[in-house]
């Protein structure tokens, strides 16, 4: 307990020293299980990823299809907005960008609102899931995700607080204008920049 302690805080300099820890941030060993609601089940019979909304051709992915697309693998820092940090998270999946230019983005296209299991979603520019480090993963550190955190997909933004990466994910609806999800409905930051402690909305 008191060498796990050591270690955290060791790590904790660290980060700090090198830059990667934002202000506000603690950083964890361990991984926290975060999520509004229960775990859902995975049917892969049934299960689809769908690129809807202002693109050239709407898409729905079978869970085959989306393991043929090609792997990426990227190993980033996770900040979540109620203080913990987790780095160095190795990821394995298929780039967010390349699924949405399957669907081929139209040129008014500015916003994303991700969908999830259970009626969950999450907001973002279309620019920042385009990014190269922002994954739809399948792994973490080598391992398939576990039920509670994502199975069997879920998405990875690192530049932003963790709540937009949405667990249990479903869709990419593709927007023109910028349409707040569940967290930014509920007062959190429309953006959530963790380097510039963008937790909550001004008003
Ligand atoms: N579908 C879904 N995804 C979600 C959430 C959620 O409630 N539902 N919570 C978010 C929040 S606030 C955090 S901090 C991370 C936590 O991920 P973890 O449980 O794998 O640590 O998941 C995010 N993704
Ligand atoms: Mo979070």
């Known amino acids: 307990m008191l060498f796990e302690g050591n270690e955290r805080k060791e790590l904790e300099r660290k980060m700090k020293a090198e830059g990667r820890l934002p202000s506000g941030q603690a950083a964890t060993l361990k991984w926290p299980v975060l999520h509004y609601g229960s775990v859902p089940r995975f049917d892969p019979q049934t299960w689809d990823f769908r690129v809807y909304g202002t693109v050239e051709r709407p898409i729905r992915l079978t869970w085959t299809e989306l393991n043929q697309q090609p792997k990426c693998q990227t190993t980033s820092d996770f900040h979540c907005v109620t203080r913990w940090s987790r780095f160095d998270n190795h990821w394995t999946g298929v780039l967010a960008s390349r699924i949405l230019k399957l669907a081929g ?15 969950y979603t999450a907001n973002l520019p279309l620019e920042d899931l385009l990014r190269g480090g922002v994954i739809l993963a399948t792994h973490h550190d080598g391992q398939t995700l576990s039920a509670e955190h994502g199975y069997p997909l879920r998405l990875i933004v690192p530049h932003l607080y963790a709540w937009k990466s949405v667990k249990w994910v479903r869709g990419f ?14 007062g959190y930051h429309i953006y959530g920049d963790p380097w510039k402690e963008q937790r909550f909305s001004d008003y």
């Open 105 to 119: 983005i139209k040129l008014e296209a500015r916003f994303v609102l991700v969908h999830a299991e259970q009626g």
């Open 173 to 186: 609806e593709v927007l023109e204008k910028n349409v707040p999800g569940f967290w930014e409905q509920n």
